[in-house]
């Protein structure tokens, strides 16, 4: 803390530093104001903001009165302020986006119960099929393997492999199919299809 003796020495160092930020404050605070709010589109409470911190950072300087253009350095300050808040504003807006999106993406008690059940249908109509057939869709599938590689590793050609394949996804599609159908006529689900 300042003892009060020092007091009037220290505002006896400074009045030319602080007349000279009034007068800067006073004669430019308006333009430069607009200037934010036209330049970078921020909003008046914005422009403020950024005009004030561009005259706290001015002022903050060891000599500001020996700036050469102190009009232009402010605007340049304000500028560079400017730029760096609509940056900040863009990096939170991303991470609200993101966020927003991880909190959608989160599945409801309804769609947990849809995703158990279609994985019960998929899981008995994997296991329902032909050993041989399940094998070569899980390879496919699961670890990620071309039609060639699955063929090479079992000695198979790759039509062979693709036939088994499209025949297990077919047995699966069928399977979620009557489920998601269930109780319909064929003549229903065809009308369906039409409309």
């Not at 253009?69 to 500028?79: E, M, W």
């Not at 059940?117 to 869709?137: D, E, N, V």
Request: hydrophobic letters at 40%; glycine letters at 4%; aromatic letters at 8%.
């Amino acid at each position: 803390m300042v003892s009060p003796q020092k007091i009037p020495f220290i505002m006896a160092e400074q009045p030319d530093n602080d007349d000279f930020i009034k007068h800067l404050y006073v004669a430019h605070r308006t333009e430069l104001c607009r200037y934010l709010v036209h330049k970078n589109r921020l909003n008046a409470a914005e422009a403020e903001d950024i005009t004030q911190s561009a005259f706290a950072k001015f002022s903050a300087l060891e000599r500001p009165q020996d700036v050469e253009n102190p009009r232009a350095f402010l605007y340049k300050i304000a500028s560079n302020l400017a730029i760096d808040f609509q940056r900040r504003n863009q990096v939170q807006d991303k991470y609200l986006l993101f966020s927003a999106a991880d909190e959608a993406s989160v599945p409801g008690p309804e769609q947990v119960t849809e995703g158990r059940q279609r994985l019960g249908i998929l899981s008995r109509a994997l296991w329902g099929m032909p050993k041989r057939r399940r094998q070569l869709l899980m390879m496919s599938r699961f670890d990620g393997l071309t039609y060639a590689e699955i063929g090479r590793q079992l000695g198979l050609s790759e039509s062979v492999v693709r036939k088994h394949v499209n025949n297990a996804l077919a047995d699966c599609h069928k399977a979620l199919f009557a489920r998601d159908n269930a109780g319909q006529t064929l003549k229903e689900i065809v009308k369906q299809g039409r409309t």
